[in-house]
């Protein structure tokens, strides 16, 4: 099933003969994912949900996300990694050369040569990733790297945290111009809060880990984002800028 | 200050002589709020993010609750109250007699005249709102009623929990041609999973307090939702209907 | 689709042109469920899984859940409610009038004439449902009400806490001749591990919320269900006798 | 022992035998309370503390509080009780006429004529309360009565949450010019941080059970404000009103 | 006594004066254990629940393993150690050559050359284990070894997450054919509930640590489990591929 | 069996010929207790611990408590229950007219008539029942009319909370001499730690649910007392008065 | 002042000029403790508490704990340092050459050499330490080593969990001649309520952080000791077999 | 914009003619912080809050917090940073030379020449830290150093814990002199509420995380100070040191 088949294709072969029903029920069964024993590769996901399967690195050995990704790789233009360390890297580039590893991100990039990305216009949509402090860096870059290797314009704009208000201010016309925002923040995560009052645009808000004593491993900053008073605001898991990046791009494709 | 004047245009004013330094920093200053006193009305807050405050009731008293719908109407096509019990509706009704109460969903909603919603082609891109069960759907009709005061047209589909899951199947047809999806489920929220892993659509999951035992008030299904497998799905706080219901519409609008 | 058509029944009558593709599609599509808006009752379960759709009364209100057991009632030999007050019974007795309440179980039963129960045989194998409290009475009845409709042989033996182990000692016979056994408790739990240290039969573990302070509504004695050091031990939810009862029922017919 | 006797004058008086030892004994030991067996009023603590012991009403019947509220103005001029229902004022106003009950902040106070308070002149210092919703107000009166009735200048402003900044900073003003300022917010709590990040006063604030879902009767508000990325800032426990009340006192005498 | 003498066989050597008063009152006392100090073998246990005492290697040093480990071997056909690193597996196998590491699974078995597991045939019931994800497969290989190693045929179906259905449904004969069926899960632990609603077997949820944030190492994924809406449905702790396997062996025996 | 028969006396009965093997069997098996269904009164455990079972009345309806209460007050000379309400009283006084309430803490006692409590000394040995405030008392009477109940003189001494230490301090001497202490408090607790720090004698701390907020229902007080830096301090149940009382009595007896 | 000196010594001192105000100020104020700057050792304790300052390894360098007990060995007969590692040994060992380490409790005893333990009769009060596993083990031995370092006479039973019963009651013996018992379990915990149940002693228990997943390092054995159904069972914190020992000590002596 | 200009200032700039519009916008726009692109350096913290901003170390690298201290440096009398080990303090003393470790506080301070600390007098006021352990004197050498470097006087009094308060009562006149009172303390946290309820000053609680089991890293003593029975009391996040230290100067200046 080359998955363009349609349920009534499928039916319409089998009553002119040129399907027999014992194939049909095959068709109607194989649908295509790959599988390696250990992982049953979802091809079918990116005719389905507008992009393949991404590898979560996290609880898998190096080998086995290398041989995942090259799956991927043989059948996607784009292929994403996560929470990848440069073990998974090194694992990944013997076999998939041309694997490009954000540090900062902690992601494996695969793009097939026809898909390189193309510069996008100053006047694209974008997508703004904004960070309440230094240390959240990591997780938001793994946000813009997401929706960039999905086809969105990114902008960046990192430490606006509450305490300096003005920071954020500053960056007043890219919140206005913006699309879609990102804010990514741990501690008490006020920034998201603080965006969503100022904008009309969709908010995604994502907690991290960053902090110590009562914030609980980013819960602090979770429950801040779920209790938030702004509206137009959603979260994700904590440090889960993945997670955000791909819903901005659904949103702003 | 009419929310139009932007920062250059009042500069200019002082320069060109026709605004006085005194008027001007008196401007910059006077956002458009009115003081209650017990309540700030943010009317500027539709200039700044395309809809006015929503008034949440939980909390406040009814006479509380009717002074700032009233003053709200006074000055927006639509306004919303969330958590109304019927005692705040009452109350509101005698200040603003065409204000309507949505018994399911908890909602007063006030439009002016003017406003009245134009019946939505069938065509429109909608917003598809689901429930996992039947005790879900207040919280699923605040979603929807929210989204459709502000303007989308909104489809429903309840009662097709994971356990029964060709009744879900059934739906696929709406779940494709939505624009984007609320998921509303309470108990193990597995729906939203299972709905993400389905579409290509964003989709906004929203844990209900629906539940016993260790559902915890609904932190089982929020859990569930923020630790999701399925990609493009997020997750606002539990029984948010209204928050998914706002989100939905900024992206559908 | 009566529900006992094979997809391979439906492609032969399309490859034979009994049927055509359009009917072939519908008839893929339209599964066996009513849909009254409110709900979508599931009349398909009972063919899947081997049992009806089970109405949990919490959050519907009780016109709908007698709706709900009307509707049942009319394609299944048995059909249960649970949690349900007297409120529910009482709408679901004017539309159903063979209904039956289980009042310290909290359950609505119906059987159709034809499917009154038979007497068990005293060597037919049985579910022992065990509770540790008096207190803990009325989640045990839950259970054993559940098995018994479902078709079980169920005996019971309650308030055989941990404190007066004489007691469980004194019903050894009734463990080990048991071919599944419900353990019900609350407090701390341990009755579970107890029972579980001394047969080798499976154990199915219900916490209760019976308990006051550090109980937390019932999540010590989960936590201690959980991780007991006892082997063939599972545990349901904090008060889910229908789980646990359902369950035994399985492995019991 | 009046209070003001030091260990060196009790000692003194020994020497000189002015006092015996039996005497001394039993100075030493009796400090000023009064045992009313279910109470021990503390006399001695106005010497110690500056400010007569609070009575928190909750858990103490109508009858306990009168008694306990008539011992303390009997000896002080200022008595506070919190947490205090109709019931316990209209018992308290039986035995001490000049009782005077704060509805909204739920608090009784009672003054001694002597003790009237007198009208601040406009320069004097004040603490600013700043609560972020109508429905936290009345925990924010707990805070603005407590710190009156102890002597303190206050001023209110309520209803300036972070989803409407422009109403925060139009009090610009009015927080640069406070000596302590207190702010009392539920939901997430950011208001804390915001206010924080502006000042340079410190901050106290209060956490309000104010919200749904995941804000846990406050929880989410508390780990938003322990964690607080502004510098200044210190917490109470969640619908403490009088504890921030009381503190900023001590900092403003 | 060797575990097969009932109470009346004791009681009716006493009447015969076979059996000493002291003798019996010995008897009755001395169950079959073994006493190393730091540890007392249950040799018993393989009488009084059918399977032998298992080693859970987690908090002993690799000697007390390896010293429980051979004593166990001396008296039973089968032993198992589990959460075994491979210096317990060192220190094991030097006493016992015949011991066999599952090293994804982190188990020892051993087994006496007379109890070789005959190769089930086709047609033997089987327990099904089904994983989410790749990353819980060694949480998965601990159910599958321990059913496998007590003498049930055990199916493996791995990496079928919620998110891509189509995977779990290429599957759908494997479950329906299945006598029991595991579901070993992390993240959300969706995957329980949808497996549960397809089939009419018992379901046993095995909850995984994997995840990340708010997945709070499992407590997701139990939480998830515990309150599934599917019917069915049991589950163990976190983590405990053990305790599914061996209950899951109770109901396939 | 009437509870004092030993092993070794129904063996020799046996080996006598003056007990028939299956009379044995009956007396090992028929342990003294009554069933009356709900209920498996454990009347064994006076002569197995002591002290007759106590009944726990939350969750048991007042027809219930009344016949347990009148099946061990036939046969025990002291009968407590406990978390009684008026009702449950009501009850049980209609059949056991010599009962007697105690309303602060909620226990009912019953006495044979040859059981009255003699007078203790002036110089038995005593337990001290100690509570940080007012709102503590029900919990410290529960704890203290157990004791006394079970024979132990008791001594009170009520609201020495930390915040007035010298109320405390001048207890000195009734704490110095003391056996055993119960310190009763809610909220921060701290009182258990202050009082251990001070005495030779062990400490029994009994957390309240008393307090607001971040007290989550005694468990701010709860986690206090289990991480107390005093040495010779234990802790019990939130409010569990009985709980303590009791086990002082084991100590001081 | 020698801590023996009573108020009135030095009182009667005073009045007969022996002591002057100012030495006797002094005298009441410096009561005996030795200040190192980062630690107020308190010699005063043993006189008040009747047993030294025991030092709590944890959190303070190995110099810090070297210095401490070098100090309290100096003016005591026996010296504990608990949760000390084999580097905190070592550098008491070079300042205290006696120190005795105990490996598997984590401890350091020192002893002078007056103070000797004398061997304990057979017939002297023991307190008997129980342990459900054998990875308990080391939380148990603190416990001894602790009461054994104080004076009492300890028995230990080692590895007899709920799961085999027959292992506890073969020590029925032993359980019932105990003056106090120590109960040490992890996971469920429930080892604690059964020995409650059994016994007419005081139980002290004990819960262990060993376990996985849902035990949260403890927190289920803490529950489930708190909340048995058994009296006389109090608790202490998690892996506190010191606080146990100290206890029970207090009761044994 | 140097910080000084006020809105009127800037205003008049522009009516007279000085600054043209667009140089107006700019400088409204223009608030001094310097953009690293990993950070946002808000020099203008100090003018707004009387302090430059404090750099919390963690989860920045060592080469960010050397750059972020370089910056502040340039512009500001005094730097801090927070959480630094030595690699971070390493990077800075590269950058800049004159920069001091705290090692205990794990602080990084920064003077410039001309703000060398003068020597204060003994008659200035001071904020008193007192630590109830030897194990908590680093988070209090974190709030010393803090206050100490912003200009106060500080007066340390360590290990004063409440299970031995003759060594708290020792420092009565210290306390009592204290402007006000930072209390430091891990395990239960008493300390905090002691000292409250003996002085008249405001007194803010640090919480740590020194302890083990149901200290839950630092959640027992933080829930103990926040539900203080004493009056005067506030806190801040586990281990926060810094922050303590810094409210403090506040009131203290």
Redesign the interface.
Known sequence: MNGNDS??DI??G??S?KIS?RE??AK????P?EDL????I?H??SL????P??V?C???SSD?VAE?VKRLAARNPVVLAT?ADEGAYEAVRRVVPNAVYHNEARMIVVRSPESAPQDKTEDANYILVVS??????PVAEEAAVTAEAMGSRVERV??????????L??QKDKLDNANVIIVVA?????LA??V???????V?AV?T????????????????????????????????GF??G??AH??NK
């Open positions: 349920l009534s039916l319409n089998v009553r003969g029903v049909a029920v109607l069964r194989s649908m994912y024993g250990y992982a049953k979802d079918h996901r389905r949900t507008g992009f399967e991404v979560l996290q609880g898998k086995q995942i929470k309440a402090g230094t240390a959240d860096i990192y430490d606006i945290g509450v305490a300096g208000l003005h920071r201010m500053d741990g501690m008490e995560g006020a809060s603080v969503g009052g100022l904008v009309s645009k969709p995604i907690p880990s960053i902090g110590y004593g009562a914030s609980f491993d980013g819960l602090a900053a979770l429950l801040s984002m779920l209790n938030t008073c702004a509206e137009g605001v959603v979260a994700v898991n904590i440090d889960n997670g955000a791909y819903f659904l949103i």
